[in-house]
Nanobody, 115 residues
Framework: QVQLVESGGGLVQSGGSLRLSCLAS????????MGWHRQAPGKQRELVAG???????NYADSVKGRFTISRDNAKNTVYLQMNSLKPEDTAVYYC?????????WGQGTQVTVSS
């Protein structure tokens, strides 16, 4: 079993920055994909950014150039640096990891961007 705990969410003004962290713990052998999804009220959950075991990254078009995903394999942690935040970035952000063929999800952290 793998447990994920996110942190770093909060309230920020438009144009501001936040850094999300997600720590994976438990019986961990090898984490492949790590990513961040988000879900805004009334909308479907969407992939915001992902990073492979080889540190290849991908981003949703809406966040390219503003968000940066990174990982620290020694700490089993994935980060999401969010800059130039916009009100439309307001959502619950979920961390996800792929471990031994199974997807695990965190409990989510709220990000609210005020205009």
């Amino acid at each position: 079993q793998v447990q994920l705990v996110e942190s770093g969410g909060g309230l920020v003004q438009s144009g501001g920055s936040l850094r999300l962290s997600c720590l994976a713990s438990g019986t961990i052998f090898s984490i492949n994909f790590m990513g961040w999804h988000r879900q805004a009220p009334g909308k479907q959950r969407e992939l915001v950014a992902g990073i492979s075991g080889g540190s290849i990254t991908n981003y949703a078009d809406s966040v390219k150039g503003r968000f940066t995903i990174s990982r620290d394999n020694a700490k089993n942690t994935v980060y999401l640096q969010m800059n130039s935040l916009k009100p439309e970035d307001t959502a619950v952000y979920y961390c996800t990891v792929l471990h031994l063929g199974r997807n695990y999800w965190g409990q989510g952290t709220q990000v609210t961007v005020s205009s």
